[in-house]
């Protein structure tokens, strides 16, 4: 059974600190990543989406990757009170036509 | 565009009944997909379609569970008979391409089986 595991959090950070989300993924053979954002009673949506080893920026969004160590990671710059959602990370499945697999999510809350 | 539509937001049922739940997908997008969220489970994949056709059904839970889309513009998820173990928000979402493009969700149903 494939996996992607991430702490349920919930995470809470002060506003304006860094908040820090981890992923971990069972499929070596996984080469695209997404990080998705839902607030409560929503649905999710795409912030972050990451393909090769290192860093990728957007905003005050970065997200890395480490394929060796199967782990993927979402940094918030700057947290603000609406950042307060739960983030979940996806992956695709690299044995399967490409689905999805999501991990349950990262409750954040940035508190004022 | 007016994005992923669903219907209804709200369904509440009794166990045994039949349950349909409806899509319409972003217009021009060829991928149509069909989750299911819990507390306890996350959010899993049930189906997929690439123009119009199923390609992967294997998150189906059971044969209680049956997908369609007869055309670009309309999908329906129907559950039959419906059991409390059912109770869930369903998402339906479109994508241009496959998984590696982005996935636009539908506001979900959420469903209540009593």
């Known amino acids: 059974q494939k996996e992607v595991e991430q702490n349920s959090g919930p995470l809470s950070v002060p506003e304006g600190a860094i908040a820090s989300l981890n992923c971990t993924y069972s499929?070596?053979?996984?080469?695209?990543f997404f990080w998705y954002r839902q607030y409560s009673g929503k649905s999710p949506e795409l912030i972050m989406f990451?393909?090769?080893?290192g860093d990728k920026e957007d905003g005050r969004f970065t997200a890395q990757l480490n394929k060796a160590s199967q782990y993927v990671s979402l940094l918030i710059r700057d947290s603000q009170p609406s950042d307060s959602a739960t983030y979940l990370c996806?992956?695709?499945?690299?044995?399967?036509?490409?689905?999805?697999?999501f991990g349950k999510g990262t409750k954040l809350s940035v508190k004022p | 565009d007016a994005g992923v539509i669903q219907s209804p937001r709200h369904e509440v049922t009794e166990m045994g009944q039949e349950v349909t739940l409806r899509c319409k997908p972003i217009?021009?997008?060829?991928?149509l997909f069909w989750y299911r969220q819990t507390m306890m489970r996350g959010l899993e994949l049930l189906i997929y379609?690439?123009?119009?056709?199923?390609?992967?059904d294997s998150g189906m839970p059971e044969d209680r569970f049956s997908a369609k889309m007869p055309n670009a513009s309309f999908s329906t998820l129907k559950i039959q008979p419906s059991e409390p173990r059912d109770s869930a928000v369903y998402f339906c979402?479109?994508?241009?391409?496959?998984?590696?493009?982005?996935?636009?969700f539908g506001p979900g149903t959420r469903l209540t089986v009593l």
């Open positions: 979402a479109s994508s241009l391409s496959d998984s590696t493009d982005t996935q636009y």
């Open positions: 499929d070596r053979g996984s080469q695209s």
């Open positions: 990451i393909y090769s080893n």
């Open positions: 996806a992956v695709i499945d690299g044995g399967s036509q490409g689905n999805l697999i």
């Open positions: 217009s021009g997008h060829d991928y």
């Open positions: 379609f690439n123009n119009n056709v199923p390609i992967d």
